[in-house]
């Protein structure tokens, strides 16, 4: 499975922005998809996870009702809608498909990953 993001860039403080990923080839049955992201300094962190089959979502405390994760399993793609930026939003984000919740959330090395997309709050 290959994971390709898009749609990073730049944005003032208190500013929206939406980034995608499309995945290709044959994930697991009933896999699961993640957005992680890593700050400057900082370790990788699950940032939100949906669950495809039925679209359950998870999200990160500190970005809980600022993102919405979404996404279209007939066009394989996930995205990240980000409302009211905050400069500590700054970060490359990516995305990630596994096939056990906990890892879509958590991370692990089992997960296929993307390169990710830069995201930078002014």
């Known amino acids: 499975v290959q994971l390709v993001e898009s749609g990073g860039g730049s944005v003032q403080a208190g500013g929206s922005l939406s980034i995608s990923c499309t995945y290709r080839?044959?994930?697991?049955?009933?896999?699961?998809l993640g957005w992680f992201r890593q700050r400057p300094g900082k370790e990788r962190e699950g940032v939100a996870a949906i669950y495809p089959a039925n679209d359950d979502t998870h999200y990160v405390d500190s970005v809980r009702g600022r993102f919405t994760i979404s996404q279209d399993s007939a066009k394989n793609t996930l995205y990240l809608q980000m409302d009211s930026l905050k400069p500590e939003d700054t970060a490359m984000y990516y995305c990630s498909l596994g096939s056990r919740w906990y890892d879509c959330y958590a991370g692990s090395v089992d997960n296929y990953w993307g390169q990710g997309t830069q995201v930078t709050v002014s």
């Open positions: 080839g044959d994930p697991y049955t009933g896999y699961c």
